[in-house]
């Protein structure tokens, strides 16, 4: 195992001692993670290898913020998977052992359903990333109760750099939400972009002990991906930079009792291979297109037309897996971002069903 990892496990338990709640929480994460590996691993020998443990899926692209930089900005918002085909997905997700779904967007609570539907598949774990302006008293609440469902609330760092590029009042709002979800006694997070502006700002230890002070368990950091409608590359970290900012997050998992997960370096790894494309990860738009990524809006098939089984044994995501150039970054953080224009001309040679062209 690698040590990052026996880090994290450490973090986790710095973050639940003397804690009933919160070790019974990690009790029952533990079980459940145990289970959906044996599920996961009867499916991966069942289906040659195909199944991914991760899902991402995006159950609206609509949002009532307008961050700069944002990757979904300018995607279609209408179309979304009705209430009945998220059900069957998060079913499907269950029986073939996918411990995890990162509900992303858009932004997810603006769907009424979608913590009614979280609370049926407790076998799932829900991360849901949020900007916090819709986490009322009572959507906390029922978030706790839940019990399978982790909610990181979005900032930028500090009051300054979220409200510069999020709206005026923004971190104010994010506070708000975690002042109700500890309240709640929920378990919760934070997720952040992380980019040449205010990387500095975050590789700080003030930065991580407010995090833990305001009672995050969790803290993701995701490196700025120059997509969307109105991409910023001056935001890309270069090589000297992101291996700073790597080092730094390897400090706070020694020292800071929050579990902090690191994108893309933790999914790359030391063969610096992407993780997309069905290989630990997938990723199903709010109109059901199933795509190797959530920064790469390139799809072959659509899981209204087959089901996820066939989603994950797709030969579009299994020629893009037998690629390896395409799954190994240089500049930016997202390989398959990067070679974009590879993607597009592989992408011509499957029809719409994901079949491929005679």
Known sequence: MPKEEKVNYAAMWMWARFRPRRILFLLRMSWRHWCAQRRHTRQQRRLDGTVPFVLAVSPTMRCNYNCQGCYSRGRPDDNELSTDELNMLFSEAEELGIHSIVLTGGEPLLRNDILDLIAQHHRLLFFLITNGSLVTPDIARRMARSGNIIPLVSIEGFAGDTDERRRSGAYETAMRAFSHLRKAHAVFGFVVTNTAANSYQLATDAFIDHMVAIGCAVGFFTEYVPC????????????????????????????????????????????????????????????????????????????????????????????????????????????????????????????INGRQKP
């Open 228 to 351: 969307g409608a109105n991409p910023r590359p001056d935001w890309v970290l270069d090589e000297s930079a992101r291996v700073a900012f790597h080092k730094r997050v390897l400090e706070f998992r020694r020292r800071k009792p929050i579990v902090i997960s690191q994108f893309p370096d933790d999914e790359y790894g030391k063969e610096n291979r992407c993780s997309g494309a069905g290989r630990v990860s997938l990723h199903i738009n709010s109109q059901g297109d199933v795509e190797p990524c959530p920064f790469v809006s390139i799809a072959r098939e659509n899981i209204r037309c087959s089901s996820l089984i066939a989603a994950c044994q797709s030969p579009f995501m299994r020629a893009i897996r037998n690629q390896p150039q395409l799954l190994q970054r240089q500049r930016y953080a997202c390989s398959l971002f990067e070679h974009r224009t590879e993607l597009d001309n592989l992408a011509q040679q499957f029809d």
